[in-house]
């Protein structure tokens, strides 16, 4: 017997054949979940209809190239994708939180990124790890002065995500902060590699009007229900009770992220250095400002991936019987989580 979705979920598969037999059921079908779905449309034909110009570009055509080089599997790209570009991020990662909190917490910042509740996203058919790998990438660059380098990822990850546009203001404050040389071409790399992620974005968003698709912010109403909101009234529409979901278990995993992420950036405020701090704190305000109509915070715990902070956070935090009770729990909730992803109930 093969692994058959509920009826709810064949709508959702948009004429993607599902994988529901065998061991490819297990290690590609599962992952054919929400919106793996639409980037692995993205990746087989482009953009064929308008909705799908609502995805980023960069994520869906990497997994084309690498499923191209896979002789033509193109989910298994996207996979290998996303898993490259952890590994890759959790390298940096740990480079990173070793100069702010030290190897030991470095370490526990590491093993919180990969247990973390919705980590199994960077894991899935989605961009968040690429985006953390890419953001990383220009902070390291940037915090060395290798303002070519800082400025391709800050780029790239204008064109993967739109959590990517707080980096602007990260790379800004480093290229700010670093002292003169008197050299003019310098000067304008050091705050040209600040621009490039919000030049991404802008690329796709001036390639979408070009194409004549509907504006962005009215796709995302139409097709998902997402708005912009003031971040105070998403917090006040949780205690609402004709618009809170959280009343059931699934919906507190939004609302403990915010938590978190908010206590994370008190925390880094005499810890960590300005830069991140302004990161992490305009990530969140960016988070906060737009949900969607139905559900306070909608994705929240899953945009947040890319707030590397946040997880040196928790290493700092997970020393000794913390960390010993915290990372199972950690674990098992995330087990949690994927399973209600995969079962087409809940997609953060």
Not at 112 to 125: L, R
Not at 181 to 202: E, K, Q, V, Y
Not at 208 to 229: C, D, H, S, T
Not at 284 to 295: H, K, M, P, Q, Y
Request: hydrophobic share 55%; with cysteine.
């Amino acid at each position: 017997m093969g692994l058959i979705p509920p009826d709810a979920g064949r709508d959702y598969y948009f004429g993607v054949q599902p994988i529901t037999h065998g061991v490819s059921a297990v290690l590609l079908g599962l992952a054919q979940r929400w919106d793996a779905i639409h980037y692995l449309r993205i990746a087989t034909g482009g953009y064929s209809v308008a909705e799908l110009s609502a995805f980023f570009p960069l994520y869906p055509l990497a997994g084309r190239a690498v499923g191209w080089l896979l002789g033509g599997h193109l989910l298994a790209g996207l996979l290998l994708v996303s898993n490259a570009a952890l590994l890759g991020a959790l390298v940096l990662l740990y480079r990173v939180a070793n100069e702010c909190i030290g190897p030991s917490a470095a370490a526990r910042a590491t093993v919180s990124a990969a247990f973390f509740p919705t980590s199994f996203f960077m894991y899935a058919a989605y961009p968040q790890s690429l985006a953390l790998f890419l953001g990383l990438t220009a902070y390291w660059m940037a915090t060395r002065e290798r303002w070519l380098g800082a400025a391709a990822a800050g780029l790239a990850l204008g064109l993967t995500h739109s959590t990517g546009l707080p980096l602007a203001l990260m790379v800004g404050w480093i290229a700010f902060r670093v002292r003169p040389h008197g050299d003019r071409l310098g000067a304008i790399a050091r705050f040209a590699s600040a621009s490039t992620p919000l030049l991404g974005t802008a690329l796709f968003l001036a390639w979408r009007v070009r194409r004549g698709l509907p504006p962005y912010a009215e796709l995302l109403r139409e097709n998902w229900g997402r708005i912009a909101i003031w971040p105070w009234e998403n917090l006040l529409n949780v205690l609402h009770p004709a618009r809170s979901p959280y009343l059931f278990l699934m919906g507190w995993f939004n609302i403990v992220a915010v938590i978190l992420s908010v206590a994370a950036l008190i925390w880094a405020t005499k810890r960590l250095p300005a830069a991140q701090i302004l990161f992490l704190a305009a990530t969140i305000v960016l988070l906060l400002g737009n949900t969607t109509i139905l559900e306070p915070l909608s994705g929240f715990a899953r945009y947040a991936l890319v707030a590397f902070p946040l997880f040196i956070a928790f290493g700092a935090w997970t020393r000794g019987a913390w960390g010993r009770v915290a990372f199972p729990i950690s674990a098992a909730v995330q087990l949690y989580a994927f399973g209600l992803f995969t079962a087409w109930i809940w997609v953060g």
